[in-house]
């Protein structure tokens, strides 16, 4: 029990956080929580077994070019669903533009894919350590992901700026920042990150459309309990609702396993509303 | 010219069989409109994708000879996509604004508890397939007739079969989190307990969940010596399979039709995690110890080999389409009409009706008509052209 709690766990909760990851990237530049998170998950792992069990390309070049299609996915909800609307933010209307189109997606991708789940490929036919790969592979991503962050956040200039659109989109663009360059090459990362989820945990959810709902709402809770926007938050919420959801499903069973996430979510909001990592908000007086 | 009371009687009448002939005439070149809602995409899609190959095989086959009595069938077909919501407002569209004839369909129960009120309403005859005991009424809904066994006659043969043929004593009921997992779960927990079997563990487990090892582990710690599953969701009985299979469980699993779904092969890390578990089938699709279909059931699989796909799918969905439209092809060539009184009318004066899925029995007081002895567990790994072999323990 507890090597599955711990397996399945871990790897969903890094499948879960890299999700979140991708919604904090898209925040970071543009202040939208795109709904077209979980679909990049989805067609991470639609793509990947496009890609290399259907057309035959070496597992490599079939995870590049899955994170390829996405990050182009991810400049299309920038053109297509956030633009249009960034100047009316206060009336939340991302959450139409942005669920629409990851509905779109998702009707897409059941038509001209599959409508019942698919196989997802192994990549490597031996385990790694004695763990499965299905169980390493959504980890390792998950520390590729974190440390390519950091690296990009902390040492190069682009990622300076993703900080300084992040920190104040007025002032960087006074700066001389290009506001717009940055917003659309930030939603090709968070693109990229989500096929990236969607790719590595394939082996768990399968090559299926319906994966946008659960990727999309267990994706969203990390991004909460992490505090919006930040990534660090994210991965630990993440790893922990992987963790937390395994061990509700071995020790509540059935449906009433996502009775229990839910429960703690709210519950967790409702004691600490800025989420676990964020700072209380400043109290006018 | 003086108007004569005589007069205006006989113009009325005169003028009222014109109508009635300028309808009738209307009604000779209009299209029969036949309904077919359901499921075409989504998790629970499978069954319908099979039906609705052989049902456009048999419509196009219809028209292409002329049609009937001269009316060419028009095939209208709606995507629930699982939703019940979806379903209603399909429903009411074929009703209210296409106007069908007559319709089949939804194949899933959660769907069909909700549209089959709607058929009644606008007296559509409908042929539904969904195995829920309280969507055949006659007299609340007399209009509905089943094709399929309804979930009690399913859930007695995967009874009698782990009970009677397996002698299993302890058992786990699984299904999943659809109207229909939910009412055969609990319908099957309810149904062993009465005869006398102990359900050591059951569970409603969400159709797409990803591990459901907890579910097959805690049945093992309980002692189940056998698990009835009900679910129709191809992923999910894939899941519990390979769950069964890595946690090294013999465990025989017995339950719903898609448990031998080409779909599941699809998803099975390995093959032999198929062995032992047998599927609700019938003796019009199971392959005799000889490997024999019946014969009309083995000429029709000579007759569409290769113009559509059977071995990703179920026969029994393929030929249940088939008898569909057949049903009420019949009943319009037979009364010469459309009228859903006609209809409905020749579908309850049937004793033994030849389908290829089954030979119905209806009558104004029964519109459950498929025959229960024709009811068998077949094994799910042994599929060929959609058709299986009946399970081991049955008598020839």
Request: proline share 5%; glycine share 10%.
């Amino acid at each position: 029990m507890i090597e599955s709690i711990i397996s399945y766990g871990l790897a969903m909760g890094a499948a879960y956080a890299l999700i979140a990851v991708a919604y904090n990237v898209m925040f970071s530049t543009s202040r939208v929580f795109s709904f077209t998170a979980g679909a990049l998950g989805m067609l991470g792992g639609v793509c990947g077994a496009l890609f290399i069990d259907r057309l035959g390309l070496p597992g490599v070049v079939g995870l590049l070019a899955t994170l390829a299609f996405c990050a182009v996915v991810g400049v299309v909800t920038e053109f297509v669903a956030v633009r249009p609307v960034l100047r009316s933010l206060d009336q939340h209307l991302y959450v139409l533009s942005t669920l629409a189109l990851c509905l779109m997606i998702q009707q897409f991708t059941a038509i001209e894919w599959s409508t019942v789940p698919q196989p997802f490929p192994q990549l490597i036919p031996v385990d790694l350590l004695g763990i499965r790969e299905r169980f390493w592979m959504p980890v390792v991503a998950c520390v590729l992901v974190v440390g390519g962050l950091e690296l990009l956040y902390r040492h190069s200039m682009i990622g300076r700026a993703f900080l300084a659109i992040a920190e104040d989109n007025f002032a960087a663009r006074a700066l001389g920042l290009p506001e717009r360059g940055l917003r659309v090459a930030s939603y090709a990362l968070a693109g990229a990150i989500g096929g990236l989820a969607g790719f590595a945990s394939g082996g768990i959810m399968l090559a299926f459309f319906a994966n946008v709902s659960p990727f999309n709402f267990y994706g969203f809770i990390p991004v909460a309990l992490g505090s919006i926007g930040n990534n660090r938050g994210a991965i630990v919420a993440g790893i922990a609702l992987g963790l937390f959801q395994q061990a509700a499903n071995f020790l509540v069973g059935g449906v009433f396993s996502s009775v229990a996430v839910f429960s703690v979510f709210i519950v967790a909001l409702l004691i600490v509303p800025q989420g676990l990592f964020g700072a209380p908000p400043a109290r006018r007086v | 010219m003086s108007v004569t009371r005589r007069g205006v009687l006989y113009g009325s009448l005169g003028a009222a069989a014109a109508g009635l002939s300028a309808r009738q005439a209307a009604a000779a070149g209009e299209p029969i409109r036949f309904g077919w809602l359901t499921a075409l995409t989504g998790a629970n899609s499978a069954p319908g994708l099979g039906y609705d190959r052989s049902i456009r095989y048999t419509v196009n086959k219809i028209n292409a000879a002329g049609g009937i009595n001269g009316r060419k069938i028009e095939l209208i077909t709606r995507d629930s996509q699982g939703d019940p919501a979806k379903a209603v407002n399909a429903a009411m569209e074929m009703a209210s604004n296409l106007k069908v004839h007559a319709v089949f369909g939804p194949v899933n129960s959660g769907e069909a508890l909700a549209t089959t009120p709607i058929f009644t309403r606008f007296k559509i005859p409908s042929l539904g397939i969904c195995v829920v005991n309280s969507l055949i009424d006659p007299v609340k809904f007399p209009n509905a007739f089943r094709l399929s066994p309804d979930n009690s006659q399913w859930d007695d043969a995967v009874r009698h079969y782990l009970l009677d043929i397996l002698k299993a004593k302890k058992v786990a009921v699984i299904g999943d989190n659809t109207g229909f997992g939910t009412m055969a779960t609990a319908l099957a927990v309810e149904n062993f307990k009465k005869a006398g079997a102990e359900v050591v563990y059951d569970a409603v487990i969400e159709a797409n969940a990803q591990d459901v090892s907890p579910n097959l582990i805690r049945a093992r710690s309980a002692g189940a010596e056998a698990i009835a599953c009900w679910s129709d969701s191809t992923g999910l009985d894939a899941r519990l399979m390979n769950a069964r299979g890595q946690i090294g469980w013999d465990v025989v699993m017995a339950g719903h039709p898609a448990l031998g779904s080409g779909d599941v092969a699809h998803l099975l890390e390995k093959p032999e995690y198929w062995n032992k578990v047998y599927t609700v089938g019938y003796r019009s699709c199971s392959f005799d110890a000889a490997g024999k279909l019946p014969p009309r059931q083995a000429a029709y699989i000579e007759e569409v080999r290769g113009k559509f796909e059977l071995q990703d799918t179920l026969l029994w969905w393929v030929l249940a389409g088939v008898d569909a439209v057949t049903l009420v092809a019949e009943a319009v060539q037979k009364t010469g009409s459309s009228d859903s009184d006609k209809i409905i009318g020749y579908w309850n004066s049937q004793k033994k009706w030849p389908g290829l899925y089954g030979d119905y029995a209806f009558s104004p007081q029964e519109h459950n008509g498929y025959p229960t002895n024709d009811i068998v567990m077949s094994a799910a790994n042994t599929s060929r052209d959609g058709a299986l072999n009946i399970a081991p323990g049955y008598a020839s």
